[in-house]
């Protein structure tokens, strides 16, 4: 994987990138010796490297048993608890698998939104078929996450037996406390730990992430050893201009530093959707505090031209972009020729599809440069599990330094909770009877 910054670089005074230097090493140091703000939650610093053969193994086990016993198994998480295995598993998947036999489970995702409409097709299409769960919660009482795995357990339990239903629930959660540790303790689940040191969304290459990877089919062991090798590239030990993880925290927070307040992180291949969206968690809710924070968005292009081109071409300048580029596909595709020529591209004939989308990407980057938009550019060398791997923990790296630049504490989010208060409140749960009335007040018309 490389970082390349000349687009952006230009947009800079000479040298503007390199007076960073001393802050986000200092970023790195306080990293390092866990003396920052919310040091408490720094255990996915150095988690690649913590990662045994042996541990990767009994992931795998378990996967092997859910594979064995299930034609569908279902991810109850939300957050962090599901968007990194989202993330993976859609940018290795086969984009029409859902339509083709395959030996792994289907993997579906639920417990991250309310909607009963949506639960309800859900099980609807879970009547016909051997499912298992891996509810992924912490606590246990995420009400989303929560009140899914209540109605999935209660299905499995009902269409497969008591007895199955403990062999393909799987548990994610705290070591000792919660209520669902208490449920798999109790039913006698197979489960798995969240380290109390990993956030949510630093969580991807702990369980939460890769036991869902890892029953969908793909390498989990070269997943971590992208990232370990991640891990050594981004050292607190290496130098400045040959970190990459620092050399993206500097660019993106000095081009924040001159008005850009809006980063969009751009794709030109489909699979790579839900890693736009496992980054928007990541650096939303770790930079968006006490007024400051660059915001995160994203686009798929060359889809995204067709709508949002106008706007990021000819619009506010207070954006810049950071774009994914695979440097080769990993099927073989050309352009046939046609005698008739009636749509006038047999000037493409003979060339791959993937190279018509590289001089998408180039000209659309040639033509967002010039009309004042800053562009990074990350390259990798093609799809893979290692090399996802490295991206994962290049964002994270990159995203704890970043925070602490802004003199944010990056690993909290207080304000995810007030919508959970009001909602507590306002659906009479004991506790918050004190507030439900002034709410429901404010919802109420003036008569």
């Known amino acids: 994987m490389k970082l390349i910054l000349d687009k952006a670089a230009a947009f800079l005074a000479a040298g503007t990138i390199e007076s960073y230097e001393t802050p986000v090493m200092e970023a790195q140091r306080v990293l ?8 408490d939650f720094l255990g996915w610093l150095h988690l690649p490297s913590s990662i045994t053969d042996e541990f990767v193994g009994k992931i795998n086990e378990t996967a092997r048993t859910l594979q064995e016993n299930c034609d569908a198994v279902v991810v109850a998480g939300i957050g962090g608890s599901y968007l990194g295995a989202k993330a993976v598993i859609a940018a290795l998947d086969d984009n029409f698998s859902w339509l083709k036999k395959s030996n792994a489970p289907r993997v579906l995702f639920a417990g991250n939104n309310i909607s009963e409409d949506y639960l309800t097709e859900m099980m609807d299409y879970l009547k016909d078929v051997r499912f298992g769960v891996i509810n992924i919660s912490k606590s246990g ?5 929560a009140l899914t795995f209540r109605l999935l357990k209660k299905m499995c339990e009902d269409m497969r037996g008591k007895d199955m239903a403990r062999k393909v629930i799987v548990a994610v959660t705290d070591a000792v406390k919660g209520a669902a540790r208490t449920t798999a303790d109790k039913e006698g689940y197979k489960s798995f730990v969240i380290p109390d040191n990993v956030g949510g969304r630093f969580s991807v290459l702990t369980p939460v992430g890769l036991l869902p990877i890892a029953v969908a089919g793909f390498d989990v062991a070269q997943l971590v050893r992208g990232a370990q090798d991640m891990e050594k590239a981004c050292d607190v030990n290496v130098p400045f201009k040959e970190n990459p993880c620092a050399q993206y925290a500097a660019c993106r927070n000095a081009l924040y530093a001159e008005g850009k307040k809006i980063e969009i992180l751009v794709n030109y291949q489909p699979k790579l959707h839900y890693v736009s969206e496992w980054w928007k968690q990541l650096y939303g809710e770790s930079e968006g505090k006490d007024g400051k924070g660059i915001f995160p968005a994203s686009v798929d292009f060359s889809t995204d031209l067709h709508s949002m081109g106008q706007w990021i071409q000819d619009g506010e300048r207070t954006i810049f972009e950071t774009v994914i580029s695979i440097d080769r596909p990993n099927t073989s595709l050309t352009v046939p020729q046609d005698e ?32 004042g938009v800053p562009n990074m550019r990350i390259t990798m060398p093609k799809l893979d599990e290692y090399n996802i791997g490295q991206l994962i923990y290049f964002f994270e790296k990159g995203c704890g330094i970043s925070g602490l630049l802004i003199n944010v504490n990056p690993f909290n989010q207080p304000g995810v909770e007030a919508y959970k208060r009001n909602m507590f409140a306002l659906l009479d749960k004991p506790g918050y009877e004190a507030e439900s009335a002034r709410l429901k007040s404010l919802l109420t018309p003036n008569s």
């Open 32 to 39: 390092e010796t866990g003396t920052c703000a919310g040091n």
């Open 141 to 145: 009482t995420t009400t989303e996450t």
């Open 340 to 371: 008739q020529n009636m749509d006038g591209l047999n000037f493409l004939a003979g060339k791959h599809v993937d190279e018509v989308n590289h001089m998408a990407e180039l000209g659309t980057q040639l033509a967002h440069v010039d009309g």
